[in-house]
């Protein structure tokens, strides 16, 4: 073998380590073959904004042969001049056929008649395939910025992916309405007019989600760069069953015209859980959950709880105030049983909590 | 860019001969990624805290930002339960952290038992010992680490589950020996989702620990500001290695702190890449001094390496620690001078200011000092030292005694002397009757003490001779008469309200000069400093409504400069404000012993940084609802610097403000903190500005 430069020497090793080195064959390393097939099957969206800080510009995922585009739901669509461009740079209007607010997904639809876009991705085969998992190689594609203009191929980012974790996006100006399991990805890709636009494999053979929007990170109170992935679900309480939906199933019932976009406005229904747990005075904004005092005989009381305890995990999730531990709390129906891990002295503690209805709370 | 290009280019080719059709390149790049984040996430553990402030300062201009709730990163440095994270996780000083393991079914409650102040790293301790030894990751050599070599950035801030795999970021670094020789440089994307994390070789190796790092600013939060930009920091954890053993001789009841080594010198250039280190002061009893070095030396040599500048002698010294052992070579006029086992001092040797507790009368020529006020209590009062005595001769304990020229000569006899030590002085008595009395000189601040404004001032102040030559001092060369000032002297100086533009036409500022303005009196100059969006013409009248009064009774000139940008003051701004100063200092008569940076929010934020780096005019910064964002620069002897710190009690930034005080007085400045009860972000009221005039009407304290 030829003498490496030093700074290859070490990857040179690896190859061999890994007993790749017998074969020799051409390698293809070229992302632009994938980069060309993801671009057909995206368009460009553009809408109302343009002030505020609101892109009047994204992009979009084409997902059937007829027209629908899957797009992040944003304020930016709420227009009834709604136009897209498609890879060739054809232009067209388009109108929204559904919108999941707590996905943060929408679909949209070319407006004008019979036209037909045949490339696209078929996202209920795509949704059966595989999460990938933290440090798999990827490729963002998208508008961000708007940078290309009509049939101009759109940016091509790549990275890999940092985590595959639940979103908890900070509320607010940024609201993320979806708070499953997203992708981060270590490019700097949800910028203006990056959501709607595709976060791929390496290899093109996966589309992995649906770039998401600009917004910061309540765990690091950062920017985050982020995908909603295609196995993405949510639950949806209603008044008499909860149901789960999929990413696949908005996408399929959408297209199929069959998707009831609910009011985003309609009512979470109110607790009536019942622990028995006082916490300490709420006086400051994250005011640990300290225990105060607990009811006789409740299901804290029965759990072991005692005065003074700090509350640290819920179910494994940190709770770093009373307030958020409200906000876990709100997550379980009465019957659930959870592990909270609280501190006593200089150590954790495990107990096992029986939720209860508020109700049947006895005198 | 071009190295990146050679290196597909390279990889391809290489990936031609040895790499079979199905598995790209990138496959195996990607195969040995996961390989290498897997091998040492057993080690990457997940820091839990709570309790503490909400709000924290950082970056440059000191923009409050929430301390995030998230869990925060760290690596295991000992199998029983040692581990090192970034400072950064924990500056907000959180009252409980919990520590989850990959692989151990509970968490476990730790504590901080030291921190490293010059590469701001923590380390933990477990209170309980773990259920099974911890797994120690193998260091990378430093002598292995390459720039261009593949670095991937490890955290578990995304996902809360600690037995998932950590959150990956990939790239290379980009270089070695950064911030002056403490850390690695990474394009991987560093952010508070990893800090406290490990940057790992392909080997899974560790080449370093992930915090923010900034060549400008020190503290917990300095470089955060750079987050996810690529340009990230690592610090080797061989370095760390080497001093794990110190740092783990702290306990949570008394934290072992790991400061930076320090020579005990100021170099005459204020340009760190200007001309050649040439000694301007030496620090008494610091490493410099202590080795006989001596003011006016030119640092040559300092372990070996040539050094012509400022910054070389930064990179020489940056990473050393105290104690750390050095050899200086230095040019005394012709002469080469080698210093070897010059022993670095820390900054927690640092004196403070030797004083004798009196105010002189100013504007005085004749030789010695007149005392205008005594601190009750003070070394001077205990001494006997009465108000209106003249001070005309000081020397040591045993010695001969000596005349000086003025508050001026003896405030430079004072900076060379030691606190706590006696010195003879000579005063002459009202009734002119000469005593020799010995004094116990204070240290100012004084350990513990809380620092008070004296409640009333004398109202003579000056002799209002200020443009009178000195008169000679016998037995010393006569001073040089006052610097020609022409606009001083002759023409009319304009008074009131001025509206000025800046020479280079940047900035708007104004100027008021008391109507009753006498060139013979010195007055003290307060430059005004705005909080974001207070720049308007009403806001500027409601400035001069709160000052004129004060003015006009304690000769003060007000000098505010309006920041070019809505968003608030940006540090570059500085130079333009020190121009103002300048500016107002050549026009009128200003004490040059009470030039006063003061503002409120963003513009107390501009008011410290003025201090800090403007120190041969700024000697008093007065900051309100405003906090310290980095660690306090050291002092320089002779140029002294005290803070006037005001908040209100339920101003966010309060807690803030109360550590900017604790680490002020860390480094031995002066410190008058006053928190207004029931008040949130506001201006002072008329009781503490009352007493803020009286501060400024004391800051030529001797």
Partial sequence: MRILPAFLRPLAALVLLLGLGAASARAEDSFADVAEKVNNKLVKVFGAGGFLGIPSYGTGILVSGDGHILTVASQMLETRDLRIHLANGDRYHAKIVAVEPELDLAMLKIEEKDVKTPDFYDITAEAQKAVVEPGTGVLAISNQFNVAMRAEPMSVQRGVVAAYSKLRGRRGINQAPYDGEVYFVDAIMCNPGGGGGALTTRDGKQLLGVVGKELRNTLSDTWINYAVPLQGKITIKGEKETKTVTVGDFVSQAIKGTYVTRDPKEKKKSSNLYTGIVLVPNVVERTPPYVEELDPNSPAARAGFKPDDLIVYVDGEQVVSIKEFKDAMDRYEPGAELKVEVRRGDKLSTLTLKLEDRGKKKP | ?702
């Fill in chain 2, 1 to 702: 860019m071009l190295r990146r290009a050679t290196l597909s280019v390279a990889w391809l080719g290489l990936a031609a001969l040895l790499v079979p059709a199905e598995d790209s390149l990138d496959d195996l790049q990607q195969k040995t990624i996961k390989a290498a984040a897997k091998a040492v996430a057993p080690s990457i553990v997940q820091i839990e805290t709570s309790g503490g402030t909400d709000i924290v300062v950082a970056g440059p201009r000191g923009v409050p930002i929430r301390k995030a709730s998230g869990p925060t990163t760290g690596v295991v440095v000992g199998t029983d339960g040692y581990v090192i994270s970034s400072a950064f996780n924990f500056v907000n000083k959180p009252s409980n952290i919990t520590v989850r393991v990959p692989g151990h079914p509970e968490g476990y409650i730790a504590d901080v038992i030291a921190t490293d102040k010059t590469r701001m790293l923590t380390l933990l301790k477990f209170k309980t010992s773990p259920v099974k030894p911890l797994i120690v990751p193998a260091a990378t050599p430093k002598a292995e680490i390459r720039v261009g070599q593949s670095a991937i950035a490890l955290g578990r801030t995304l996902d809360p589950n600690p037995n998932d795999p950590p959150s990956v970021s990939v790239g290379i670094i980009s270089a070695i020996g950064r911030i002056w020789g403490k850390a690695l440089q990474t394009d991987a994307k560093v952010a508070p989702t990893n800090y406290g994390g490990p940057l790992v070789d392909l080997q899974g190796r560790v080449q370093g620990i992930l915090v923010p790092l900034s060549p400008q600013a020190e503290g917990e939060t300095g470089g955060v500001e750079w987050y996810d930009s690529g340009i990230g920091f690592a610090v080797p954890l061989e370095d760390i290695n080497a001093v794990l053993a110190r740092l783990k001789t702290g306990t949570a009841e008394k934290p072992f702190s790991l400061n930076r080594g320090l020579l005990g010198i100021s170099v005459q250039s204020p340009d760190i890449y200007g001309p050649e280190p040439k000694i301007a002061t030496i620090a008494p009893d610091s490493a410099a001094a202590k080795a006989g070095i001596q003011i006016n030396d030119v640092i040559k040599e300092i372990d070996g390496k040539l050094v012509y500048n400022q910054a070389q002698v930064l990179h020489a010294l940056g990473a050393k620690y105290e104690g750390d052992i050095v050899t200086v070579k230095v040019l005394r006029g012709t002469e080469e001078k080698t210093f070897k086992d010059v022993k670095l001092g820390s900054i927690l040797n640092a004196h403070g200011r030797p004083v004798l507790g009196i105010l002189p009368v100013r504007d005085d020529p004749e030789p010695g000092v007149e005392v205008r006020y005594v601190y009750p209590k003070s070394p001077a009062d205990t001494a006997g030292v009465k108000e209106g005595d003249r001070i005309t001769k000081i020397g040591p304990e045993t010695g001969a005694l000596g005349p000086f020229s003025g508050a001026d000569g003896l405030a430079a006899i004072l900076a060379t002397a030691t606190p706590k030590t006696k010195v003879k002085i000579e005063v002459v008595r009202k009734d002119k009757k000469t005593e020799t009395l010995t004094v116990t000189l204070g240290e100012l601040p004084e350990k513990d003490a809380a620092e008070e404004v004296p409640e009333k001032l004398p109202e003579e102040a000056s002799k209002k001779k200020a443009l009178e030559p000195r008169k000679p001092v016998p037995g010393m060369p006569p001073m040089p008469a006052p610097a020609p000032a022409p606009k001083k002297d002759d023409k009319k100086v304009e008074l009131g309200v001025m509206q000025r533009k800046n020479a280079s036409a940047t900035h708007t500022y104004w100027v008021y000069v008391p109507r009753n303005y006498d060139p013979n009196v010195s007055y003290a100059l307060v430059i005004w400093l705005h909080p974001v969006g207070k720049d308007k013409e009403k806001d500027d009248e409601k400035v001069q409504d709160d000052w004129i009064d004060y003015c006009r009774s304690n000769n003060i000139i007000l000098a505010a400069p309006h920041a070019e940008n809505k968003t608030g003051w940006v540090v570059s701004e500085s130079d333009v404000i020190a121009e103002v100063a300048r500016d107002v200092m050549a026009t009128y008569t200003v004490d040059k012993r009470r030039v006063v940076a003061h503002g409120m929010g963003v513009g107390g934020q501009m008011a410290f940084y003025l201090g800090f780096h403007n120190r041969d005019l700024v000697r008093g910064v007065a900051a309100t609802g405003a906090a310290l964002t980095n660690q306090a620069k050291e002092k320089v002897p002779n140029q002294p610097l005290s803070f006037y710190l005001h908040a209100g009690s339920k101003d966010p930034l309060k807690d803030s403000v109360v550590e900017s005080r604790t680490k002020l007085l860390e480094q031995k400045y002066p410190v008058v903190y006053r928190e207004e009860k029931d008040a949130g972000h506001e201006y002072l009221d008329e009781k503490a500005l009352d007493e803020l005039v009286r501060w400024i009407d004391s800051l030529d304290r001797l």
